[in-house]
């Protein structure tokens, strides 16, 4: 009987996962070590957690290392609590009493994955496995076939297993595997033949030529997204993402379906609106050209700041190293003179008495070097300290002003697209109400239904007119202060950066200086302190200390 199963449901916890490992670990000598020892938990890679009527995934958060996990032949009824198992590969979840796909979304590593025996009637929520390359779901009650496609987007996928399901009783439904899923390599692990998949895509022709025309509109519009999520972060630090096109003036309009409707009144309504469109986006162009121009003349004055500072401190941690030197050749004279007095006593050409008082002289010119050379380093930090906050304070005055110049003109061109805009307001205005009063006075004028609900009364109009004006500002409001809350962060962050910086350099600096002549002051004492002869003369030992 296996030691780790019981009888009653029951939830994973601290004891079961150790008593499995133990069964499940090193055996022999290795084992008894091992449980000697305890068992390190973060670096178990492995568990099975198989016949043990478990009801509910739990505490799995203690093995974080997991690689494999086998909850296979349980009474589970909800997948969940696995989030923490970033680094599980292999998840078995077979013969249980599973509902639904859920909250895998964390286990972004996962490339095997089995959900046989369950009670699951759907595909879904998968979304996130990238690398899921063997997919089992058989003897589940998937009735639909089409959830098939839905691993489509799984580009690694080689073996998939939906025996058992109501949709593969179908005669054809191997082939239509073969047809939908062409990067799947093995069916119910048998291996996919090329007649199957010509035959099925003669049978599904039609149905397979209308996914892939979706399926490309449907890249175009994620290349789409991708290209300008690159823009966004190429430009980003120039704070004038989206401003290169007409992403801006596109997005005046997204909720305007009043506006946009407007455009049915006809050709002078288009006239109007392409107008606008021309001078708006050459508006957003000209803010765009400006924030890259000023992003290169910022980008230029911290690379020279960079350059400037960083030779500075070269320079003084050379001549801080030279002082350095000049210690350590003088302590070198030093240590040898002592080790000279050392050897006269063992040889009695020097009595004790006049060897500790040569100690004394040693013990008080080196202490005196030290201080003195405490000083000359201490001075020359003070002094690059004190150098580098007024380079800081030059440096954030010039690079506040630049950024200032950038946002008054920034801000300057989004005054004109407001004007812009409200030109544009007053010329579709204009045209609705002319087009509108010669809908009153033509019994037979043909007006498109769209319209009539805005062509009603001036009244109408009017409210619409100005509900459009109130979310294009709102629209161009937002960008302009976007822009320029991102841009005073930015200042903001680099001026705290550069203090917070200096203040750490300056402060590592000081203590790599005590830290320094501490270890030069503990070296003396050892050589000082060896016996030779007597104990030292408690006088010389103060004086040491």
């Not at 068992?39 to 505490?59: Q, S």
Request: charged content about 30%; proline content about 2%; aromatic content about 8%.
């Amino acid at each position: 009987m296996d030691p780790c199963a019981k009888r009653e449901p029951q939830v994973i916890d601290h004891h079961m996962i150790e008593k499995c490992l133990e069964e499940q670990g090193l055996k022999g000598e290795a084992g008894r070590l091992a449980r000697l020892e305890g068992i390190p938990w973060d670096e178990v890679e492995k568990i099975r957690l198989e016949f043990m009527n478990i009801l509910r995934i739990d505490h799995l958060w203690v093995l974080p290392g997991l690689t494999k996990l086998s909850l296979s032949n349980n009474l589970i009824e909800r997948i969940e609590n696995l989030e923490t198992l970033v680094n599980l590969v292999d998840l078995d979840l077979s013969f249980n009493k599973i509902n639904k796909i859920e909250n895998l979304d964390a286990l972004v590593n996962l490339k095997i994955l089995t959900l046989f025996e369950n009670n699951i009637d759907r595909i879904e929520n998968l979304d996130s496995l990238k690398d899921l390359m063997i997919f089992s779901i058989g003897n589940n009650h998937i009735y639909d076939r089409n959830y098939v496609i839905y691993l489509r987007k799984f580009q690694n996928l080689k073996s998939v297993n939906l025996a058992g399901n109501p949709c593969a009783d179908e005669p054809d439904f191997r082939l239509f595997v073969a047809t939908f899923l062409p990067k799947v390599v093995y069916y119910e692990y048998r291996l996919i033949q090329p007649q199957e998949r010509e035959e099925g895509s003669a049978l599904f022709r039609s149905k397979l030529l209308s996914l892939e025309e979706i399926e490309a509109k449907e890249q175009e519009i994620i290349a789409k997204q991708e290209a300008e999520e690159a823009e966004a972060e190429l430009h980003a630090e120039s704070f004038v993402e989206f401003l290169g096109g007409s992403h801006l003036f596109e997005m005046m309009f997204q909720n305007d379906t009043d506006g946009k409707t407007l455009l049915k009144i006809g050709d002078e309504a288009k006239e109007i609106m392409d107008e606008f469109e021309e001078q708006f986006v050459a508006l957003c162009k000209q803010v765009f050209d400006i924030g890259q121009e000023q992003y290169q003349i910022r980008k230029k004055e911290i690379e020279q700041f960079t350059k400037n500072v960083d030779l500075a401190l070269w320079k003084s941690q050379q001549e801080s190293i030279g002082h350095m030197d000049t210690f350590m050749e003088k302590k070198k004279n030093i240590f040898a003179g002592i080790k000279h007095f050392q050897d006269d006593v063992d040889n009695r050409e020097l009595t004790i008495s006049e060897y500790n008082q040569k100690i004394y002289t040693q013990a008080e010119e080196y202490t005196n070097f030290i201080h003195e050379t405490w000083l000359l380093l201490m001075g020359l930090e003070m002094t690059v300290f004190e150098q580098m906050e007024e380079v800081n304070q030059t440096f954030e005055h010039t690079i506040t002003e630049m950024l200032n110049t950038f946002v008054e003109s920034a801000q300057a061109v989004f005054a004109q697209m407001r004007t812009a805009e409200q030109t544009y307001m007053e010329n579709i205005t204009d045209c609705a109400t002319r087009y509108m009063t010669s809908a009153s006075l033509q019994p037979d004028f043909y007006m498109p239904k769209e319209l009539k609900p805005i062509l009603a009364e001036k009244e109408i109009l009017s409210n619409s007119m100005a509900a459009s004006h109130d979310m294009h500002l709102l629209v161009i409001d937002n960008r302009e202060d976007r822009l320029v809350n991102r841009a005073k962060a930015w200042l903001s962050n680099l001026v705290s950066n550069l203090q917070k910086d200096e203040i750490t350099r300056n402060r590592t600096k000081v203590l790599e200086i005590n830290h320094f002549l501490d270890l030069q002051r503990e070296e003396f004492d050892e050589l000082a302190a060896m016996e030779v002869g007597p104990s030292m003369d408690p006088d010389i030992t103060a004086a040491l200390s």
